[in-house]
């Protein structure tokens, strides 16, 4: 009788376990801190890749096949990779028209909306820019549709999933005090990104975005327009050059022999840099990089 009963309760617990996949780690952390042991969660872009250039291998497919749920950035940054990994999953759990499937861009307004797209040109930003996850009150947002997110899916769990993201909330509202009070003398400083990988870090802070080493978001670097940057530098005297971990950083060391600026690498996720191992120190090491 006591194996019976063993048995019927087993599907239960599984139930209970929803396996999230997400597109990319910061998501992972959000999820896991609103779901708790009631979530697992699969990462499907490590943290240290071009979050626009992912290739769809099969590893990846494999996650997709078995996830209960996914959570994507969207604003086009997966336009790439994360369709054709849907399609070839197949899994009904996954697809966009799913209830079980959320694309957090919905829940944010996404800054710098190009007038006109040349999608020929390879401009990877054609709705806005996607990076809204690095403005720390965004995070805050996400959690919260995270939290609706999860409670749609498991209403059992409802109060479980309501604590975690007050507690969350508590916690986060404090560390963005510390960095609120870090950034506060870079008000107004000048810089230049690579790729337009900090819009919304720069936006959080009043850190002024005077230029990229890309030519348009996705473009890599031309001699003429690194031309036209240096003459930049010299007139507008930006602090430094704020540089992905992802892209050679070749064009911007000549661009510092020649002007010298600083360059300062920034990660754009958890596990960028193998210092980054969680939302709160991906934020420390932003807000404490800029000198
Ligand atoms: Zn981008």
């Not at 890749?49 to 291998?57: G, I, L, Q």
Request: overall charge negative; aromatic content about 8%; hydrophobic content about 40%.
């Amino acid at each position: 009788m006591k194996h019976f009963l063993l048995f019927l309760l087993l599907p239960l617990t599984l139930l209970a376990h929803m396996n999230i996949a997400v597109s990319y780690p910061y998501i992972g952390a959000i999820t896991k801190a609103i779901g708790g042991d009631h979530v697992d969660t699969v990462v499907l872009a490590k943290g240290n890749w071009d979050p626009h250039f992912v290739v769809p291998r099969p590893s990846l497919i494999a996650k997709m096949r078995s996830a209960d749920a996914l959570i994507m950035n969207g604003g086009q940054l997966e336009i790439g990779w994360l369709p054709p990994l849907i399609n070839r999953a197949a899994n009904p759990k996954t697809q966009t028209n799913a209830k079980s499937f959320l694309n957090l861009s919905h829940n944010v307004v996404l800054l710098h909306k190009p007038q006109n797209v040349d999608r020929s040109g390879g401009d990877v930003h054609p709705d806005g820019n996607p990076h809204f996850h690095l403005n720390p009150a965004n995070i805050l947002v996400l959690a919260k549709r995270i939290e609706e997110f999860l409670i749609s899916l498991d209403g059992e769990h409802r109060t479980i999933y309501e604590d975690n993201y007050a507690a969350f909330s508590a916690e986060w509202t404090k560390n963005m005090e510390v960095w609120k009070d870090t950034m506060a003398d870079k008000r107004g400083k000048k810089v230049i990104q690579y790729h337009d990988n900090l819009a919304y870090f720069n936006d959080a802070y009043g850190l002024q975005s005077v230029g990229t080493i890309e030519p348009l978001p996705g473009i890599p670097p031309s001699s003429r327009h690194t031309l036209e940057l240096i003459q930049l530098i010299e007139r507008e005297k930006p602090c430094c050059v704020l540089h992905d971990v992802y892209h050679s950083t070749k064009t911007a060391e000549f661009i510092s022999e020649k002007t010298g600026i600083k360059v300062i690498l920034m990660p754009h996720d958890i596990g960028a840099l193998e210092s980054i191992e969680d939302l709160k120190s991906l934020f420390d090491y932003l807000t404490g990089a800029i000198k």
